[in-house]
């Protein structure tokens, strides 16, 4: 019981020192995760942008050459002249 009681804890002033050593350590620490975290969701988010982007300039290359008129209406377009 003697280990557990307050009286027989004796401090030299470098535990108070301690504790806000390791209080900062995991305070960088969990700062760290935050930043790492947020720079893979904005990635995350631009590439996923940039797909949709790619996809959907596919998709109106797609349309613009369905519409596209024929060459053989080109040719009568530009016989009579």
Same mark, same amino acid.
């Given at each position: 019981? %003697? +280990? +557990?009681? !307050?009286?027989?804890?004796?401090?030299?002033?470098?535990?108070?020192?301690?504790?806000?050593? !390791?209080?900062?350590?995991? %305070?960088?620490?969990?700062?760290?995760?935050?930043?790492?975290?947020?720079?893979? /969701?904005?990635?995350?988010?631009?590439?996923?942008? +940039?797909?949709?982007?790619?996809? !959907?300039?596919?998709?109106?290359?797609?349309? /613009?050459?369905? %519409? %596209?008129?024929?060459?053989?209406?080109?040719?009568?377009?530009?016989?009579?002249?």
């Amino acid at each position: 019981l %003697r +280990c +557990c009681t !307050s009286a027989s804890v004796v401090t030299d002033g470098s535990g108070a020192a301690g504790d806000e050593r !390791s209080a900062y350590i995991v %305070r960088v620490v969990q700062i760290a995760v935050m930043c790492v975290l947020a720079l893979t /969701v904005a990635f995350g988010i631009f590439f996923l942008g +940039c797909n949709l982007l790619i996809k !959907s300039e596919g998709m109106i290359n797609f349309l /613009v050459k369905d %519409r %596209r008129p024929s060459k053989e209406v080109e040719a009568v377009v530009v016989g009579p002249y």
